[in-house]
């Protein structure tokens, strides 16, 4: 009790000197404004498809909690299929782009009544009561006369109808390969709201950003098509299509349809596909991860198809261990969609591949479940983050599990290197749908992304970044990284400052070119002068290499990096230590041995610095 006491006294006296201060701040601001939170979604939803018309009608039950400090007095609906319509944004952008998607160009503009996308509303209550909506494009506004406090929960009910669009773009029906139905971005979907608020983005090519939830779905279709895609089939031995357990025998239901119940729980999109020509095959892993394959069997298909039911688990256990293990029993891959694209506990990927492409592009979607399913970063205003983490992944992936490659990266710096010469190279911080050109997108996002965390290894020694990225795993997933959570990481497991290297290899276009400008006899012996020619400061690793062979390595750390890099296992003795401050254009590394035993002195032969002018590296004699 006296102890109580006393800590009161303290904590009022505290109080009291600190109270003038939090006065006029407000201290529930302050906390608000540090705090980060997620909404939180389940959704039940019950559809039927018509195979003859391509349309579909639902209803679905939304619980939607508010874990923000804020009240609610407007929420937001994605309506995708929208963007399947002359006029819409999606069409006039690509119309009006420099460098359509190739897929895209102007076949929106030319979609009959038919074949358009839509999907609408035609009734929304929230807790039983209507609501006021308006489509506005892809996106659903809906005004609330009743707020959603903070820390409450709500449910939306929305009867809604769809018309599957011919596939232009990730989703739709009658592919180029002849796969029915791709069901991704078919549902209306409860935009995201974050500590940046609002992230109600109108669909114009790129990408998505969701609540973490549960999905309970209910898919009533023709009983000949065979479904595949997020979720566990709660009815497998209903259901049958290769799904129902060994043994069972199905009995062939009555009526035309058949309803397919999935549930999926933390996720946060769900897809589906359905054809009437898959194939369907099941790989149990020793982990007890199942693996389902779907594709239709044929000429282009089915001998390398049947490859991946050994190449697949061998992916899943190989990046589970290298960059955390992934979380769910299962994972699909599916022939459709238009190229590859991923999903939650799944992948759209066209079939009709050579074995290298369709092994490539499935590893690289599968490695999207790390960074695109589970981390989740905003894929508008971060894309480089899913994107060019998983050309990282996948790059390492594909030279351990199929084909060896001493220098997985090599093609990602080639990539940006491409870029910085192409001049149209935007800051990696630009949202996804504001780059002037598709192509500064793409190089941005899957190749500089990739070099950002290759040359991480550089920065901070491989060992570190190899680290980091389990401990930004397992702190962060589930949770929707931004750049900062993961520098943070970095630097815990570094020891490091690196808030430069996200200031200028993120949010700005500088570039990085050292050289080593004069190397020449002085009083001491040698002495190497390098220089930064390039506006991007970075520590520099030099190599001397003497005449007998012999090699020693000089470090240069950056000065505001606050430390030193532990000296990596592959490299020559470091045998001394000079920082560089960044303002200095250069600086001088003295040793003791004359310049004539030197037979070449080099800056970072590893080659991991995304120099854009390597010429200037070395000097030999
Ligand atoms: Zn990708």
Redesign the pocket.
Known sequence: MIFFKKKLEMVKSRFRSLLGLFFFVGMSTLSAQNGRFQQAVAYKMEVAMDVVTNQYKGVQSLSYTNNSPDTLKRVFYHLYYNAFQPGSMMDVRSRTISDPDQRVKDRISKLTPEEIGFIHATNLTMNGKPVRYKEVGTILEVDLDQPILPNSSVKFDMAFEGQVPLQVRRSGRDSEEGVRYSMSQWYPKMANYDEQGWHANPYVAREFYGIWGDFDVKITIDKTYTLGGTGYLQNPNQIGHGYQDEGVKVSEPKGKTLTWHFVAPQVHDFMWAADNKYKHDKVQMANGITVHHFYIPGEKTSENWEKLKEITPKAIDYLSQKFGQYPYKQFSVVQGGDG?M?YAMSTLITGERTLPSLVGVMV??LA?CWFHGVLASNESLYPWM??GF??YASNLAMAAIFQPNPAPQRSSYGGYFRLVKSGLEEPMSTHADHYQTNSAYSAAAYSKGAVFLAQLGYVIGEEARDRGMLRYWNTWKFKHPNVNDLVRVMEKESGLELDWYKEYFVNSTKTIDYAVKEVKASEQGTAIILERVGGMPMPIDLVVTYQDGTKESIYLPLEMMRGEKVAEKDAPKRTKSIAWPWTHPTQTVVLEKPVTSIKSVEIDPSKRMADIQAENNKVEF
């Open positions: 590859g991923e690289h979607e999207h899913d994107e998983t050309s």
